[in-house]
């Protein structure tokens, strides 16, 4: 294990004193930063970028250039999995990720392969070796998934959809097979996260973007209960390591108490909540991550230093905070806004 140079985020994971609340922000590898832009280009496509790790490695690398940040995270996609399962993921101008053969029917859930992580995801591997071997232990790298809910929903609607009608059908006529569609990708995901702690990153994320359109009952039934068989598998295959895990619900407020009981350490936290509310649910069980609203991002830099100081005063006193935006920065942010944001987060932390 390399011994980091910056271990905020760790020692911030483990709710631990810190000498400033440490701060890393949600797509901060992305099209905001012209230097990305530069690259994007010469890889020719998105999904070109995502697949050929030096160029991912160069991508991720950038903001920690730009920005004292207390965490790289690793540039890749939530629908790699998908893909290296078959389904032909693309990205559409204009419309986003979209799968060229989408799950149909129950014999195209049953014939689902489980990805061997270290073969159909190699290129995921090889940049989280060189994103962790360019960072030499300056702060910990972020590994991350979609979880298996939110990963389902694209699969069986073929392209993003708020709504997703297909698999909300599912929910009332084919509960069975959309459970075996889960702990299909619950494997998976099992498998691919346990992959890249081994390649190098010392924390992963869950992203669980689209939890937040269920109601309570489908929220623990077809993704909490498969989030949490998750974490317990990474524990259990990464016995010595002990890497925390971070779990992003999207719209998942009202969730977490029973978010805080699924063996995660770190809940990361929407900005339509208040973390002081929040810290009252949760007590001591986990740290929290977030929470201000990227579009703040866009404003003056008062309101920018003054957005980031209420942020920490709603978390208040003592440890366990990591800043971070409620959800990923938007490409309209002018990249000088960022060194504002996280100048105003470690000046008036310290100072506190």
Same mark, same amino acid.
């Given at each position: 294990?390399?011994k980091?140079?910056?271990? !905020?985020l760790?020692r911030?994971i483990? !709710? #631990?004193?810190?000498? %400033?609340t440490?701060?890393?922000i949600?797509? #901060? =590898?992305? !099209?905001?930063?012209?230097?990305?832009? $530069?690259? !994007?280009?010469?890889?020719g496509?998105f /999904?070109?970028l995502?697949?050929t790790?030096?160029l991912?490695c160069?991508v991720?690398?950038?903001p920690?250039?730009?920005?004292?940040l207390?965490?790289a995270i690793?540039?890749s996609?939530?629908?790699?999995i998908?893909d290296?399962m078959g389904l032909? /993921?693309?990205?559409l101008?204009?419309?986003?990720?979209?799968?060229e +053969?989408?799950?149909h029917?129950?014999r195209?859930? #049953?014939?689902?392969?489980i990805?061997?992580p270290?073969?159909?995801?190699?290129y995921?591997l090889?940049?989280?070796?060189l994103? =962790?071997?360019?960072?030499?232990? *300056?702060?910990?790298?972020i590994?991350?998934?979609?979880?298996?809910w939110?990963?389902?929903?694209?699969?069986v609607?073929g392209?993003?959809n708020?709504?997703?009608?297909?698999i909300?059908?599912?929910?009332?006529?084919?509960?069975q097979l959309l459970?075996l569609? @889960?702990? *299909?990708?619950?494997?998976? &995901?099992s498998?691919?996260?346990?992959?890249?702690? +081994?390649a190098g990153? #010392? &924390?992963?994320m869950?992203?669980d973007?689209?939890g937040g %359109?269920?109601?309570?009952p489908q929220?623990q039934?077809y993704s909490?209960q498969?989030?949490k068989?998750?974490i317990?598998?990474?524990?259990?295959t990464?016995?010595?390591s002990? $890497?925390?895990?971070v @779990?992003?619900?999207?719209?998942g407020?009202q969730w977490?108490e029973?978010?805080?009981?699924?063996?995660c350490?770190?809940i990361?936290?929407?900005?339509?909540v208040?973390l002081?509310?929040?810290r009252?649910?949760?007590?001591h069980? $986990?740290a929290l991550q977030?929470n @201000?609203?990227?579009?703040?991002?866009?404003?003056?830099e =008062?309101?920018?230093r003054a957005e980031?100081?209420r942020v920490?005063a709603?978390?208040?006193d003592g440890c366990?905070?990591?800043f971070n @935006?409620g959800?990923g920065?938007?490409?309209?942010v002018?990249?000088?806004?960022v060194?504002?944001?996280?100048?105003? $987060?470690h000046t008036?932390s310290?100072r506190?």
């Open positions: 294990m390399i980091l140079k910056n271990d !905020r760790l911030a483990r !709710r #631990q004193p810190v000498d %400033m440490p701060i890393w949600m797509r #901060q =590898a992305g !099209r905001y930063l012209p230097e990305y832009r $530069v690259v !994007r280009q010469k890889a496509s /999904l070109t995502c697949k790790p030096e991912a160069e991720a690398l950038q920690l250039a730009r920005y004292p207390d965490a690793l540039f996609d939530i629908l790699t998908p290296a032909g /993921l693309q990205f101008e204009g419309e986003g990720p979209a799968f +053969k989408p799950l029917s129950a195209d859930i #049953q014939n689902l392969p990805p061997d270290e073969i159909s995801l190699s995921v090889e940049a989280v070796r994103i =962790a071997h360019e960072l030499d232990g *300056k702060v910990p790298l590994g991350f998934s979609g979880s298996p939110t990963l389902a929903t694209y699969m609607e392209k993003a708020k709504a997703f009608p297909k909300q059908t599912m929910i009332e006529e084919e509960s459970h569609l @889960l702990q *299909k990708l619950t494997d998976a &995901v498998l691919y996260l346990s992959a890249q702690i +081994k990153v #010392q &924390v992963v869950i992203f973007t689209w %359109m269920l109601n309570t929220y039934e909490l498969y989030v068989q998750i317990a598998n990474i524990a259990a990464n016995l010595t002990q $890497v925390p895990v @779990l992003f619900t999207k719209a407020g977490l029973l978010m805080a009981e699924s063996g350490d770190v990361g936290v929407d900005w339509e208040s002081a509310d929040a009252k649910k949760v007590g069980k $986990v977030g @201000l609203n990227p579009a703040i991002l866009c404003q003056s =008062a309101t920018i980031a100081a920490l709603d978390f208040g366990g905070h990591i @935006l959800h920065i938007t490409p309209d002018p990249p000088e806004n060194a504002i944001l996280v100048d105003a $987060v008036l310290a506190n």
